[in-house]
């Protein structure tokens, strides 16, 4: 991508073209200068409801210096950039047993990968099922079949992300991004995640990139076993020499854990092996559900239903007293879905499918915690999930049903605790008008009416009585950190073991997930030459 020209406005009445016609103009080039342009990156700024517009950025490829023509411009909004390539180095050290990635989210799925892409042969366990049998799991516990503690929303292939809309969005900068998005493409997810600001797949389209990738590692010569939990790290002097896999003991020396942030008796087995972790922040909350409606009219105004402008996203935030409440996994016409992955338990995420077409939009809203919560202990956090769980499942009546309120009965508006009215709850388990002061401690039931209060002002309608708020959302993040050297990105406790991803604490979200995936395959592969 050579030159890329930025900050490109053009109307919502403006054709496309307009776009490639003004990043022709700026650069002062003729027509025939220009080899090929298309769109690097597309926005749309909404803050202005009398002047919604799309910002875009626009690559060139030229004839000529490109550098030279850049430099001509004297323009920091253009700029040259060579073609973003990923940087792999391969030690030549002997691998005595083939690596094993531990856990097929999107952190386990790409180290496996770019392993698998590099003639590693990498050995993949996962607990839950593969795709085609998880999806069959959770189908069936959503219409109201029995629960399964191995595949459900949380764990099997594709980690929990597979059922909260495929959300590519991050805020970091890594030029590993690219490399991600390209490959989800290259496996059949739309061509737009490369090009729009605020990508998704969708859940319905994420399955079938995610069965495409796990063939292709297969293909090169990975071995992948579904339904296979590791239980135990062996550590012999300071350094792995081996797992255990459903009682059975498998030799190796590298071991790269990306369990997800819901493998609570991994945590435990962990402790017990004398791994060092460490309590850290996160936060909890409830899925708040309004009208899409309502949201598209909020955002955009008299402009809502204008057949260019996307389904409305919104990201609020507020900060008081040392917390934070916010809202994050935004699911625009997306659905309130039961994600527990223990039995007699209630958790809560948000999904859509690719076309956003539901009837409703729904976010977490959720407030920090941390230590003054539950202590120092590096399972506090976890314990203080696993009570709100249960004392979920309890409001909400047993069999999966989850306590849910009305917005106007949290924020003092209403006696009901729920009425049901313009706004249908989505939770397909069903609900249970109950109060949330029963669930979560003062503070953070204060910082939720804060929140509902705050954000409303931002957004006209976010905080509509007849909101549903369905509970709670605990999963936000890992509660734990497993501690890591920051070089080697190896356990300080045991050369050899790899603590990757979202659930060892060191991301938040698909892309960044993936990001630390590739960063510790990349680590390995710098240390160990291919198997032969």
């Known amino acids: 991508m050579p030159v890329i020209v930025s900050n490109i406005r053009i109307g919502l009445n403006e054709p496309d073209e307009t776009a490639f016609a003004i990043a022709r ?13 298309y769109f690097y990156k597309r926005s749309l700024d909404a803050r202005r409801r009398n002047n919604i517009c799309f910002v875009i ?54 180290c496996a990968y770019l392993l698998a892409k590099h003639g590693y042969r990498p050995v993949l366990f996962e607990r839950g099922g593969c795709m085609e049998e998880r999806a069959n799991a959770v189908d069936s516990f959503f219409k109201g079949g029995a629960f399964d503690s191995r595949s459900n929303v949380q764990f099997g292939e594709g980690g929990a992300g597979t059922f909260s809309d495929g959300k590519l969005t991050t ?22 995640i490369l090009v729009t600001a605020k990508p998704h797949i969708g859940t319905d389209q994420l399955r079938g990139v995610l069965i495409s990738m796990r ?11 579904f339904n296979k939990q590791v239980e135990q790290i062996h550590v012999k002097n300071g350094a792995v020499c081996g797992i255990t896999v459903d009682g059975e003991t ?65 990201q609020l935030s507020h900060r008081q007293d040392g917390r934070c409440v916010y809202t994050f996994c935004m699911c625009p016409g997306g659905y309130v879905v039961p994600s527990c992955s223990e039995e007699n338990t209630v958790v809560t995420n948000g999904m859509s499918e690719h076309a956003r077409d539901g009837k409703n939009a729904n976010a977490a809203l959720v407030v920090s915690v941390g230590t003054a919560d539950f202590g120092n202990d590096p399972f506090g956090g976890m314990m203080f999930q696993e009570e709100l769980e249960r004392n979920a499942f309890s409001l909400g009546g047993g069999a999966y ?40 401690p003062a503070p953070i039931l204060s910082m939720l009416q804060t929140g509902l209060y705050r954000f409303d002002r931002k957004l006209p309608g976010f905080s509509s009585p007849e909101g549903i708020l369905t509970g709670p ?8 950190r497993i501690v890591r050297d920051l070089k080697t990105y190896q356990s300080i406790g045991a050369a050899g073991l790899y603590p990757c991803g979202e659930g060892a604490g060191y991301a938040g979200g698909i892309m960044s997930a993936a990001c630390d995936g590739i960063r510790v395959a990349q680590a390995i592969m710098a240390q160990f030459a291919p198997m032969e």
Do not use: W
């Open 473 to 480: 959302e605990t999963r936000t993040s890992s509660p734990i």
């Open 171 to 192: 805020r970091i900068s890594d030029g590993r991004c690219r490399f991600i998005l390209e490959e989800f493409v290259r496996h059949g997810a739309p061509k737009e």
């Open 215 to 225: 063939k292709e590692i297969e293909r090169l010569g990975g071995k992948i076993y």
């Open 57 to 110: 950025s626009v690559v060139l490829n030229l004839h000529g210096n490109e550098q030279q023509i850049v430099s001509r411009c004297g323009d920091p909004q253009i700029v040259y950039k060579p073609i973003d390539t990923l940087d792999v180095t391969i030690g030549c050290s002997p691998l005595l047993h083939p690596i094993v990635v531990v856990g097929m989210g999107p952190a386990g799925l790409f």
């Open 250 to 314: 498998i030799d190796t020396e590298q071991v790269v854990l990306a369990i997800g942030h819901s493998a609570r008796d991994t945590f435990r087995s962990l402790r017990q092996s004398g791994i060092p972790m460490e309590a850290k922040e996160f936060s909890v909350g409830v899925r708040i559900e309004q009208l899409q409606t309502t949201i598209d009219r909020g955002l955009y105004g008299e402009l809502a239903g204008h057949p260019r402008l996307p389904k409305g996203e919104y």
């Open 401 to 440: 049903r989850a306590p849910a309120m009305n917005v106007g009965a949290l924020m003092g508006k209403q006696s009901e605790h729920l009425r049901i009215t313009s706004v249908t709850p989505t939770y397909a388990r069903g609900v249970t008008g109950a109060s949330f002061a029963s669930l979560f």
């Open 25 to 37: 103009k700026r650069l002062k080039v003729s027509g025939d200068q220009i080899a090929s342009c």
